[in-house]
Structure formats: C-alpha cells, structure tokens
C-alpha cells in the first residue's frame, strides 16, 4: 500500500467519504488511490474556488468535514477565497495539496511554490508529510483537526513521493477533543445580565439551528432579552414556526441604530459585533460604549452547551414559550419586477425544508425582509466577504442533502467569479435553482464609494463598478454549463420559472432582470 | 491629498499607467482617486485571475510594469495562480491590496485575513504601509521593486485610513537597479564550451526576442552549438526569419533523448533543464551526468547583456549568418478536423506580427510544430504550469499591443478557470481570436496517470479527468460574456472562422471540436 492508499482509506476508516477535487499531476497516485475505493464520492469542481466553496457548504448542512484535492500552490491559491470564507463559517474540511517530490524541489521548476506559505495564510492547521509513513498517522490528525473547536481548515500537503512510496496501514482519526465551555461563573453572571433591561442574546453558528436556537428562543421569552444574529451567518432555521430573531443590518448607522439602547451583549456561538469594513469617521464597534458585551462562548466553542447552561441557570421550564414566527405566505405578485415583490413571490414559492443560500448582497437587503415568515427552511449565507461562495456552497449542501431543495440567490457580480459551479450542478444532477439578480454590476460599491466619503462615481469608477458594455447574458451563461436557464424580466415570468425550478429535479437557473 | 491619491499620482508620475482592478470597499479612495485621473487605464476584469494574468500578458509586451487593484486577502488569493505564472514569466507588476484600517483589525471582523501571509508566498516584495504619509514612498519603491531584476511580482499593502488620511507629495520611482551580469571570466568559460561538440546555447527571457536572439543564432552558427528553448517560456520570436531554435519537450524520455549528446549547456536567461514534474523512476535533471552545467545568467540577470558578450568573446561579425527558419506556408487543409491539420490552418492563416498566446497543453504538442514556418510572431506559453493563464495574458497582451493580432490557443480545462476574460475582451474589444480545444477533459492527466504509474483511469479517475456529462458549450459561454463565436467541427468551418476572426478587429472565440 502506497502513501496515498494509507490516505484514502484512513479518510474512509474515519467517516470522510466525500471528496471535492481538482486534481493535477502531483495528485495521480492520490487519484489512482480513490479509484480503487469507489465508496468515496469524487465531485469534479472545474475550478478550485469551486472546490473549497463546496467543503464549505458541505460542511455547513452535512455537520462533518469532506475532503478536497488541490494541485500545489497555485491550486491552493485559487481555492483560497472560498477557504476563507469557509473559515468564517466555522466550516471543517480536510484539504488535501500535493507538492513536488522532495528532491525535485531544490530546482526551479514551473510549479515549485511556497505550498506552506500560501496555506498557512488561511488554515489553522499545516501539515506536510515528510515521509510516505507518515501519511496515515498526518491525514488522521488532519481529520481530527478539522472536526475541532466546531470546524476548522486543515490542510495536509503531500510532496508526490509520500503518495507513492511504501506507506503504513491506514488509521481511524481519533475524536476530536469537545469544545471549549465558559465557566459557570461566566453562565451565571450571563444568565444575570440577560434578565436586564436592554439585554441581547446574541446567537451564531449551533446556536442557530436544532434544539439551542429553540432554547435561545425560550430564553429571550423568559428573560425580554431581544434574539439576534449577526448580518451574516453559516447556517440559521428561519421561517414560519422558528424563534423570532432580529438580525444586524450590515451599514454602520442602521447597525449603531439598532444596538443604542443595548445594556448587555451576551454572545454565544459569536464573536461580538463589528463594522464589516472600518469608515473614516465611524467607529468598528457599533454598541454604545456603555454596553457590557460578554464574551461568553466564541463560535469556536460549545455553543448549544453554553445555551442550555444558561438556560439551566435561568431555571427555564422544558417547555417554556417562545415567540414563533408566524407563517406568512403573501400572494404571488404580478406586473413589473421589483425586489419588494420578488422577495414576496419567494415566500410563496420556498418549498418547506428548502435550504436557501443568499449571496444577493444589496438586492438581498430588500428580497429577504419578506421571506421570514416562509414555509421553515435553513438559510445559509456568505460568512467572509469574499464573493463568489453562492454557487459552490449551494453545490456543497446539495451534495450534503440530496433530498433538500436548494435556492441559491446571487448577485450577478458574485456569480461571475465562480460560475464553473454551474457544470459541477449538472454533472451531479443536483437540485438546485439558482436566482441571479442581474443588476449588471457591483452595486454594494456605489453604496461604499459614498459611505467612505470619496463621492460620486465618474468613469473609471463606473467602469469598475458597471458590469455594462457588455451585459451578460445569464442564460448563454447556464446553458453553456448544461444547467437550463430563463430570463425573467416580468414577475408572472419569474414566478412561471420559480415555480418550475422546484418542481424539477435538477437545476436550473433565473436571469432576473432586476432593478 | 490623501494617501490613495497620492500613490495614484505616484504611478502615473513614474510611468505606470495601466491598471488592472477588480476592488472593493477596503479601495475606494484609491478608485475615487483613479476616477481624478482619467489617463489611468482602468480596465476591469470579473474576477482577479484575470486581473494578474492580465498584467503578465502587458508585461510580456510592454516590457514594463502595470498595477492591478485587489481586494482584501481573498482577493489576494483569487489572483495567486495567475501571480504564480506571472512570477516564472518573470513578469513585473505592482499589485496594489486593501486592506482593514489598523484599527478595525483587532477585531474578528468577515474580511481580517492574512493578506502579507497570502502575499509573501508568491510576491518577491511586500510592504504594507504604515501610515498615509509612507504610501508615496511606498508606492514608489514598490514600481522600483516591480522592474527590478528584470521584473518582480510586488505587493503595496494599504490599510483603508493609509489611503483616506492626508498623505505627501507624490515622487517619482528610482530607476531600478541594473540586472547582475556575468563576471568576465564566466563569459570567457561559457564562450570556450560553446566551441565544444555537444554544446547548447540555452536560452530564455530577454534572450529570446530582440537583437539578442538574432545574436543568439549567429552565436550557434559561429560555434556550431544547439540554440535551445525550455519547453515553455514567457515570449519568444518565432516564424520566418527568426534563427532557428530547439524547444525541450514536456516528457522526461523525449527530453533525455534530446539532450543526450549535450556536453555542455549554457543558460542564459534561463535556469538549468528541469523536469516539470517529479516522476518515481526517472530523474528531476534530464541531461547526461557528465554534461556540464553552465548556470552563466540565470532569469534575473542582464540575458541581451550576456549574450552580447559571448558574441564579443567568440569575435563574432556584426553580419554573421546564422541559420533562419525558412517561411513555411502549407495549403489550409479541408476535411475532417485533426491536430496536424489544425496545425497547418494556423500557419496558412496566421497574420504577420500577430501574438500568439498558447496554453493549448496536450493539443500543442501537435498543433504548434507545423507553424514554426508561419509569418513571424511572438509566442507567449504558460510559465508556471496553473492553468488559466491563456484568456488573461492574452487579454494583457492585447491592451499592450493594441495594433496588433493576437490569437489564443487553449484547451477546454484551462480556459474554464478564468473564462471570466471572455467579458474583458468584450468590453475593452480587444482584437483576440481565441480557439478553444474542445477536447472534453484535462487530457494531459491521462498521460500522466500512465507516467506515474498509476494505471488506467477507473470510474472516479475519469470523472475527475473527463468534463463531459454535460459537454461545455463554448459558443454560448463566449456568448453569454458578449464574445461571438462559431463551432467548428470541419477544417472549413475552421478555416472560415479563423480567417474571419483575424479580419474582424475584435474578439471572437473559436469551439473547435476535437480530439
């Protein structure tokens, strides 16, 4: 058994059997390897970004690490927007990087790089085999990293000689050790300062789906704590029958606004909240300064743990009541488009259990609001700023739920940077409808442009913020990745393709003339 | 003048004048400023592999240095494979990152990232500035870096308030320091082994266009040496005329087979004969073990330089001969559509002076030998083995050439990785004919699962290989990003569409369906 056979099968031994890959020649024997174990799921993505974003979504609906296959540093590279994104999620993933053979890299050769550097740069664990021994006992650690503290990036990196040298019997990865927890002085003083006027609970990551957001809600109603979450966030249940929870609007004043009467901030499956970019006159930390924020359990600790203490401390009853979001399925609107009325005609369409993956960025500022009294769905969203996470993340979750149905809603700007996910969707036939919000450009940045102070756009700013001249056309674009596509520049035609796309089992996807 | 505006004035007041952006909010002050200066060329592209390789195409042309805009360390990332191809192109250029307002990073905020981490594995220089009075400066010794050593990938970090504070007067950039050379008596010892039987001239760089390259044929037919090539290599002469010159071939056996008989090699502008890749039984270096290796001027030293002192040493004539590649121009070839026909299509058609830009991998190793005899040309390869070079550099090339044609060869797998170009060309109309091998697949993967030994592809080996299940469909993705394009699957539709491409003035692409 080579290096790369030790690697596949201890990934298999240890519960990992889905891999996303872009392979090159420094993986061969690594793909020879997972060509002898056709229990492990190989999902082609045809660009790396499209790799990393599928682990992430992966990992955010499944709860467990996939693994991926990149080629050397530039393959890393081109997976590391969507790497970090997927670590602001808190998502785990096993990334798996050949490198040259060790005596080959003493030589300039095309493909030398600085593997360790590039992923260090974004990963919380490194590794590089020394030795085809090793690569059992390195992809087993590999693993349990990336089940810790909730999720986290390993990446191992496989110099070719590891792979196909004499390598040792593979492992099962040990358990990843359990997360961390606040003490119980920290708890009761929370538990405390949640029963104050101008409390916040405020929630992410396992504290936003399963048992601890019902509990969180229970425990905003006990204590009149206000629930909130963050602007963006991995994974949330929302919809009809979920505990109502307010989110953090992303523009600072909206954002100060809804945090000026706060007196407590707990955060638990959070960090505390911040700006997402720094402005010249605003400040990064939008409470007021008289708030107390309590650090309690940060996303990388024991967030349905810390809720259930809290609610222990707070003696809240098993089936205390908890204000639930009522159902609210608006009537399908008709005429011209508007983000208003498209976010309506989605809470009329959402099939109940969808998972919904929202990367609309301004349009979603709007289309979203509407939705929250929807049939119950999970709604996933990008976590780290880096665009181009919707089509791949959509991929990776419909990889993880094959019996969901998937909405991916993008804005033509970010659908651009990783549209290659539109083939990995029909090559696997998964059941995804894609809604780009075709508002031909990075609309965010005339918002920014004016927010920074640095005024109004003139050409060259326009001509780096207007995707015009030419316009895209969306369903060229779908249709030359196999995936079949509409152009909706009417509601009763958005609704037709809407409609149509959940009734399919395959993917599809709406140009949506948008304003 | 804030800092931004005073690195915007810094670049255009030392020459730079072309930049290659895809910002974001961590930039705007810096857009704002490009907006003051309508003689900054701010050409957009979709996604920030097409802002690096895009810059390795104008440099390759130009000569000199562009800047390029990016976004944060994700931003970073989306352009490090093109970085990396860029850095063994040797092709300088300043990349300008945004980055958090020191302030706001203590903060676990979506977008703080490791941008000097992500930068530092592929720049040669990085700098973040720390203050807004440094960024003049900073900028100025960045353009400086960036032409250094023939050209240098360098990275100009600016925190947001470094671009909106007060910064200083805006300088002019030092001329970079001249390119090491040779010490006389290594030229004295190079010179006498070009005398010897088996000796090779083998060259790169800027010793392969120019006066340089003519000197480099009249120095082999003085000395009776091989003038040779690496198998790929930033920008060549090439066509009738040109002095006749050996190209390394991509696989270890025919590699070792040419050099077999090499005594002596002498690099200059190039680092000593390497195999792309390590392989179990064969080794990294493809010479005999009793050649000796003259590492006389290696990629960052002065090759024009070298060579003419080689010339000088061996008391070559201003007007010696040397041995010119004769004009070939077959009949374009009619029937159904192979390789070796394509070949001869591309030489019959080829327009004098024309760039052509090749990363058409497996397909090239026949298509390209058949037009050595074309009109003459610059040929431009992929350099650092990351596919997804050929739409951006091809795109860079044409902004720096604008009279001129430019024709790019790519296969199916690479083009997918940053397809994204498509659109650039559309909006800048630039004057590419692409031809897309629709091969269906990463077929040098094939081969080199064989090499290594691997054995023949099995189910997840040839789903990993093979994109088909949908096929791609290149006319409408080249549509959908506002390109024309045709499918050729006969010589005469080839023929057609390739004639028409060259006499349209701007771009088109070319499905050439293939094996």
């Known amino acids: 058994m080579n290096g790369a056979e030790s690697l596949v099968k201890t990934l298999l031994a240890s519960g990992v059997d889905t891999c996303f890959a872009n392979p090159g020649t420094s993986e061969m024997h690594f793909v020879a390897a997972l060509d002898d174990h056709p229990d492990m799921n190989c999902i082609l993505c045809l660009f790396e970004g499209g790799v990393s974003g599928a682990a992430d979504g992966y990992f955010r609906m499944k709860g467990d690490v996939s693994a991926t296959l990149l080629h050397l540093a530039p393959g890393f590279g081109n997976a590391f927007g969507n790497t970090h994104n997927a670590r602001k999620a808190g998502s785990g993933m096993v ?21 360790p550097g590039v992923a260090g740069a974004v990963s919380h664990w490194v590794r590089e085999s020394a030795d085809a021994t090793d690569v059992a006992a390195d992809g087993a650690a590999a693993i349990r990293a ?5 999720g986290q990036i390993a990446t191992l990196i496989l110099p070719a000689d590891t792979a196909w040298e004499a390598g040792s019997a593979p492992l099962v990865a040990e358990p990843a ?51 909130m979450a963050d602007t963006f966030f991995a994974r949330a249940e929302r919809g009809a029958g979920t505990p109502v929870m307010g989110q953090l ?14 007196t407590q901030i707990i955060c638990v499956g959070n960090n505390r909240p911040v700006a997402f970019f720094a402005y010249p006159d605003r400040p990064s930390l939008p409470e007021p300064p008289t708030a107390r924020v309590h650090e309690l359990c940060d996303p990388q600790m024991d967030a349905p743990w810390t809720i259930q203490a809290l609610a222990q401390a707070l003696d809240i009853p098993a089936d205390a009541p908890f204000n639930a979001q009522p159902l609210a399925l608006p009537d399908a609107p008709t005429g011209a488009v508007t983000l208003e009325k498209v976010g309506a005609s989605l809470a009329h369409y959402l099939p109940e259990n969808a998972i919904v993956m929202n990367e609309s960025i301004t349009s979603s500022f709007v289309v979203m609001p509407p939705t929250v009294g929807a049939r119950p769905h999970d709604l996933l969203t990008g976590t780290g700023g880096s665009i181009g996470i ?22 033509d700007g970010s659908a651009m940077y990783t549209l290659q996910s539109l083939w990995t969707m029909a090559r696997e036939q998964l059941d995804v409808t894609v809604v780009v919000f075709a508002n031909r450009g990075y609309q965010i940045l005339h918002g920014e442009l004016n927010d920074v102070g640095a005024g109004q756009p003139g050409r060259n700013a ?17 249709r030359g990745h196999g995936v079949p596509a509409t152009r909706a520049d009417t509601m009763e035609a958005f609704n037709k393709a809407l409609a149509d796309g959940f009734a399919s089992d395959g993917p599809s996807l709406i140009e949506l003339v948008c304003p």
């Open 462 to 478: 326009a001509r780096m913020f207007d995707i015009v001249e030419p316009q895209l056309d969306w369903v060229s674009l779908a």
């Open 390 to 411: 919707c089509l791949p993340c959509a991929t990776g979750a419909a990889v993880a739920a094959p019996d969901r149905k998937v909405l991916a809603l993008t804005g």
């Open 146 to 150: 990336a089940r810790s503290k909730n």
């Open 177 to 227: 050790p359990a997360p961390d927890r606040p003490s119980a002085a920290q708890v009761e003083a929370a538990a405390a300062a949640l029963t104050q006027p101008g409390a916040i609970l405020y929630i992410g990551r396992g504290a936003m789906f399963g048992p601890a957001r019902r509990l969180a809600g229970q425990i905003a109603a006990h204590t009149g704590a206000r629930l």
């Open 95 to 115: 990334h798996v990087v050949g490198n040259h053979a060790g005596r080959h890299m003493k030589y300039e050769s095309p493909l030398r790089g600085d593997v």
């Open 249 to 262: 609007p992303y523009p600072v004043p909206p954002k100060m606004e809804m945090l000026k009467d706060a």
